[in-house]
Every structure is written in C-alpha cells, then in structure tokens.
C-alpha cells in the first residue's frame, strides 16, 4: 500500500517535469512563430506570392508591350495558347452580373457565358449595383441598338469611378464587340474586355489578363465549328419584343416554364442589309444528339416550352466527320433552290436536316410545346411542313421574314425570292398545316425603296394576314453589300412614316385575326401573372399570342378525379374560352386545366 502510494507521489512529479519542460518549449516555439508572423506581415503576404505566380502565368500568354500594359492582349488565331493553370483563372466567387440587348440568340448567348463564368468560380448576380464585373451582351444589328450600348457603357465608367464601388471590370460581349473590336477599348476607357460570340470559352483568361495585369483583352475570333453544343445552360429568360434584359434568368426559367435552345450559329446568307454574317460568321450545326440531350434535361427539369434557335434554323444541317471532309473536298456549282428559292452559296446536298431534328425533338415529350425561330423562305420543304403538322406539339406559328412586298427591293436585298415565290409558299403552308400563322420581319426604307414599292408591302401584309410582325426603319451597317454598292437615300422621317403605315395594316388584319377567335377554346401556355394585375394571369396560346383571364378556381383534368378543382400555375396547359380581343391581345374566362395531348382544336 505504502509503496503505492511512493509510486503515484513520483509519478506526479515527473509529469510535473515534464509539463514545465514542455511549457518552456512551447513558449519558445510561440515566440519564434510571432517574430515569423511578425516578419511575414511587414513582407509580402501568402495571396502575393499566388498573386505573383498567376501573373508570371498570364504573362505566358503576353507580348512585352502587352506585359508592360503599353498595348491591349489581342487574342490571335496563330499563336498556340500555353496551358493556364485553372486555378490562375479562378474567379474567386467574384459577382458578375449580364446585361443582355437584341435577340434571342443573345439571350441563349448570355446563359453559355454564364454557365461558363459559373465553371471557374464566378457569382452571377441580377443587380448591378452588386457585381464587380459587368458585361453587355450587345446587339449591332441598327444602329439604334448600337447607340444604346454607348450610353450604358458612359454610365458605367463613371459607376466604376465613383468611390465605394464594387465594380472593377466592364465588358462587351457579342456582335458589337465583333464589329468593333479594339474601338471599343480605344475610346474613352469604357471598356476593359471585349469577346464576339466565338470567344466566350476565353471569357476567364480575359478576364484574368486584365485583373492581373491591368492590360485591355479582346478575343474577336470567328470560329469555323463553335457551336457551345457541350455548355448546357441550366437557365433561361422570356422576351420582351426588341430590347430586354435578364435580371434573373434561373427565376425567370422557374417562373415562365420557357427555354431556348441554339441549334446552329452563323449565317451564309449576305442578305445585302444585314450585318450578321460579317458579326456571327459562318454558318454552322450543332450535332443533333446533344441538342436532344439538352432538350431532355429541360423537360426533365419541368420547362414546358422550347424555342430552337439560330439565325436560319431551318437551315440545319448536321454532318459526319467523313460528310464534313468530303464536302471540303467538292466541287458543287451554285445551283438554283426548289420552288423559286435561291441562295448566293454552293447548294448543300446530305446531312440530318431541319426535318428530322424537329421531329426527334418533338417525339421527347408529347407535353411540351417547340417553336423554332428564325427560318428563313427557302428551306421550307414539304417534308419540314409535314413535321409541323403531324406534331401537335409543334406550334403552328411560322415565321416567315418577306422583309419587303417589292420583287426589285427583294433582288436588291438579295433575298432570293420573288413576291409570287412567297406567296406560293404561304398557300402550301396552309393546304398542309390548318390552323398555321404567320409572323414575319420587314424593312422599311431601304436604298432606293419608292413609294410604289412601299404600297407593295402593305399589300403583301393586306394579303398574308399576319398573326404578329417586326418591322424596322432601315439602318445601314458598314462592311454589308448595301453599304458598298447602294445609297442610303430614303430620308429618316419617311422611314418612320412607313414603319407605322406597315404597323398600322398588320394591326388592322390582326384584329380582324382575333376577333375571329373570340367565341373559341384556346389552348394556354400559363406564364405567371399580369404585369397590370393580380388578379389575373397571362399566358399564350399555340400562335403565340398573349391570353389574359382571372385568376380563378378551375377544374384539373389532368387529375384522375374529375371534380378537383384548383388555381392555374404557370407551366399548366389551361382551356380559354374567349370573350374579347385587341390586335395583339385576347382575354377570356378559364374553362379547365387540361393536357396538351388532350386537348381538340376548335
Ligand atoms: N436595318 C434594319 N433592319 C434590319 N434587319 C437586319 N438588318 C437590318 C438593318 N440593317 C432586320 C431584318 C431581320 C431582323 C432580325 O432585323 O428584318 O429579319
Ligand atoms: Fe441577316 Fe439575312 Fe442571315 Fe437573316 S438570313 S441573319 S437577315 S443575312
């Protein structure tokens, strides 16, 4: 007992020992790390050294004028970019908020760059007022669009240069920044990065190179097979005609039940107005099963409407490796188009066309609805109608851009129809398809437009009976054909007058359009609620055009008990009887929720 006791007693001094020893130890290990701590905080810190490693990284990439800051990174097809260390491209959850204007095209443009800045750490946000980089996805198509972009790009400079704001980087994006390129940084410093519809994959290493660096970056390169077809965005946006901008496209994609889907990019057409072969560059597919992949991740994820995208949707056309090759290798003359359609390229012979993606689309789920936009005339053949028609799934709106009602002004745009090859067009569209509309584009006052062929085109309008149209004044675009060879000589006012006489014979047929449909059932694409009241929903129906009823209680047919009733959401297909009607809108009184497939057209 005694000798245990002896035991614990020298046990406790050892540990008493060994404690203070530790202690001294420790205490001079702690003093050692201030003195380190200290030294380290006067020297350059540990984000230095990263900071450091990632510009002799990015310096890779630059020339010696670059580096110095003396001249803008200019992206070149030559040069064979180095590997970059992803972490060097790491956006270090920075918040990058985009602005989108112009079409579609832009809007699905603005989800690829998105989901791209996403993949290397950036935060996007819907607030200006929160982002440390803002980007413009720009349109250049008029000159108005243009001017737009200017004036936000003057505001911006001076958000950035007033204290106590966030935001350190301003870019443009898209077919402004391809049409102008180092313009854009030349002047006034409005802009520090520049990236055309080809380069959004750069988008990271631009940024990079002007964080870093304090260096302007632009990559304006066109790109032969781009078609972003693995970059699936998981986010989507509704239209607002002409001009719009996303403030939350995972809202909206929640909300709206709406997405877009780009099939091809690029256009091989130089209609002589237009820009956009010179900004997007040639025309390109996307291969048909990743288009079909995305399509059914989206329906998957409950969208119940998909627009196909591209600048001649119908003009699809996807290729094998071995097709590609040989297509390269061939020598096939210019040669007339079917039925009164010619195109200003070599035809293009095989390959899975429009036909057949909308019709694998369309089989992916029989409850959500395509539309497709924008086609163009001359790739309309039966096999493409029968499609529309045989799917009800697919909406019997067809944009059909005439562009103008005069054979002269036509040739001269070099549209590659006639006035009577259009019209045949639009008669075989309705033997095929009963219940098509029309929507279409046109131009007033192009070069050398004379009253006589502005009559031409109220005709036309007076003839077709168009569901919906867009309609321009003409704006010359430098580098297009017209800019070259014709005169912009129709003067501003006169533009103006005929875009509102062009307006007003659209508006008096649309009436007569939808007057003719009151009294009906329409089949409605819920939305969400009415920008004018709450108590009331907007949707659309199959020709796209808005429906306005209450908010009501209503019968769920797609429910097994009959009886159930309950309030629409947006995404429900609801039955509209129709009461009333302007040009552009209908209103009626909800019937029942129905499915698509079930519902009988009246
Ligand atoms: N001026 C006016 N409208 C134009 N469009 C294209 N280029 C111009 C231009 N230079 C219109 C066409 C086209 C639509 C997208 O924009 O109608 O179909
Ligand atoms: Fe422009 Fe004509 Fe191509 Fe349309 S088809 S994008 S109007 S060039």
Redesign the pocket.
Known sequence: MELLKCCRILQRIENSIICRKRFHIERKCLNKLEAFKERLESGPQFDDFLREDAINEINKHLTKSEKSGNIAYIAKRSSIAPYIDKRVLDGKQRTVCIETYG?QMNVNDTEIAAKILRDYNYQIVNEVKDANIILLMTCA??EGAEHKIWQRLKYLRSMKQSANNVLKQVGVLGCMAERLKTKLIEKDKLVDIVAGPDSYRDLPKLLAINNLNAVNAVNVLLSMDETYADIVPTVTCDTNEENYLIESPERKLQTAKKAYVSIMRGCDNM?S????PFTRGKERSRDLQSIVNEVKLLTKAGIKEITLLGQNVNSYRCLSDTQQKEEINSHNEYKLSSDGFRTVYKQKIGGLRFDTLLDSVAKVDEEVRFRFT?PHPKDFPSSVLHVINNHRNVCKLVHL?A?SGSNVILEQMRRGYTIEAYLDLVKKMRETIPNVGFSS???CGYCGETEAQHEQTLDLIDKVKYNYI?V??????EK?HAFHRHVDDVPKDVKNRRVKEVAEVFRRNALKLNEALLGTHQLVLVEGLSKRSNDHFVGRNDLNTKVIFPNVKVKDRTKSSLNDERNVAPGDYVVVEVHKCTSETLTGVPLFITRLADFQVN
């Open positions: 079409c198509i008029r209609c107005y237009c820009i956009v924008s851009p562009q584009d046109f131009i867009f321009f004044p003409y704006s010359m675009r297009t």
